[in-house]
């Protein structure tokens, strides 16, 4: 079975600019998530859709963030524009609906905000 | 709103030792405990898990965990580790309801097995 599949895995970028990260869940799972890791810490949820629908996206920043999960499978999470304080590891997760503790992440996505 | 502190950011330990790493809790509500492990160029994965029942837990790797509700505490043990245990290990916490899926983590204790 495939696991969460992420990329890129790395990304450096001028402040300022746009970028964009890609998630593919694992198959039949109708759960996402989008975490943000920074160095030394544990992830902190940014966004969780139960198909294509966000029911929680209380800690995404909307100004500059956002998310979208057209027909309930993959998954785009947008920065525009990234601000230095974006550096960190951006990772993916995907679970069951009925079972939500029990999710699965993807290797993540390291940016590096220059 | 709960948190999670676990208390060493790096534990170092040679092989065939015991370990013990340590996870706390705080919650206004009744809880869900859980210990994720994210082994070096992998993802992070599920080690085990608190709902309900029984408060000692087991993985299938001889990792087990103890909810303690008095101390807020589900501190993580294994009586003899192995190289391959050096990864670093998540405490996470969730309340349940509408919240379910919502994993609040702790800091990460990195844990390293020497020969």
């Known amino acids: 079975e495939a696991g969460v599949v992420q990329s890129p895995r790395y990304k450096i970028i001028e402040k300022k600019q746009p970028v964009a990260f890609w998630c593919n869940p694992i198959?039949?799972?109708?759960?996402l998530y989008w975490y943000l890791q920074n160095l030394g810490q544990g992830p902190e949820l940014l966004i969780r859709?139960?198909?294509?629908?966000?029911?929680?996206d209380s800690q995404l920043p909307k100004d500059r963030f956002s998310a979208e999960r057209l027909k309930g499978v993959d998954s785009t999470l947008k920065i525009q524009p990234a601000e230095l304080g974006d550096s960190a590891v951006y990772l993916c997760?995907?679970?069951?609906?009925?079972?939500?503790?029990?999710?699965?992440f993807g290797p993540g996505t390291r940016l590096t905000v220059t | 709103a709960q948190s999670v502190t676990q208390l060493d950011s790096q534990v170092p330990v040679f092989e065939e030792a015991p370990v013990e790493l340590r996870c706390n809790y705080s919650?206004?509500?009744?809880?869900?405990l859980f210990w994720y492990v994210q082994y070096p160029n992998q993802g992070l994965q599920l080690l085990l898990k608190?709902?309900?029942?029984?408060?000692l837990v087991e993985s299938i790797n001889g990792f087990e965990a103890e909810f303690n509700k008095s101390q807020t505490s589900f501190h993580l043990r294994k009586p003899s580790v192995h190289i391959s245990d050096t990864a670093e290990y998540f405490c996470?916490?969730?309340?349940?309801?509408?919240?379910?899926?919502?994993?609040?983590f702790g800091q990460g204790t990195i844990l390293t097995v020497h020969p």
């Open positions: 997760a995907s679970s069951l609906r009925d079972r939500e503790y029990e999710q699965y």
């Open positions: 198959s039949g799972h109708n759960t």
């Open positions: 859709y139960e198909n294509e629908e966000a029911v929680d």
């Open positions: 919650s206004s509500v009744s809880v869900y």
């Open positions: 608190y709902l309900s029942g029984s408060t």
């Open positions: 996470a916490v969730s309340v349940g309801g509408t919240s379910y899926g919502k994993l609040t």
